[in-house]
Nanobody, 118 residues
């Protein structure tokens, strides 16, 4: 059972980038998939989440209106489309999963670095 994050890289301020999280090893239909990020010297923070079955989404205030989380059930993949990127969005982005109804994310991907350059 694993989550594989990809899609990070270097992008200019105002640009966009799509991150992917490929899930494998089990059925995730009763899970919530989340994206988190950790900037250098800072605590890890929640970015967005989506319920695998209903597609309900939640966003952190800092990314609302700029980022979009989505899923492709056929590919067992969750995406984070980022936009209007700012230097403060620079971080390692992680995807994670938690059973529906739980608040503790128990499976984590390896992280992908997004660097926003001014």
């Amino acid at each position: 059972v694993q989550l594989q994050a990809s899609g990070g890289g270097l992008v200019q301020v105002g640009g966009s980038m799509r991150l992917s999280c490929a899930a494998s090893g089990r059925t995730f239909s009763s899970y919530v998939m989340g994206w988190f990020r950790q900037a250098p010297g800072k605590e890890r923070e929640f970015v967005a989440s989506i319920t695998w079955s209903a597609g309900s989404t939640i966003y952190a205030n800092s990314v609302k209106g700029r980022f979009t989380i989505s899923k492709d059930s056929a590919k067992n993949t969750v995406y984070l489309q980022t936009g209007s990127l700012r230097p403060e969005d620079t971080a390692v982005y992680y995807c994670a999963s938690t059973p529906l109804g739980s608040t503790k994310y128990e499976l984590w991907g390896q992280g992908t670095l997004v660097t926003v350059s001014s």
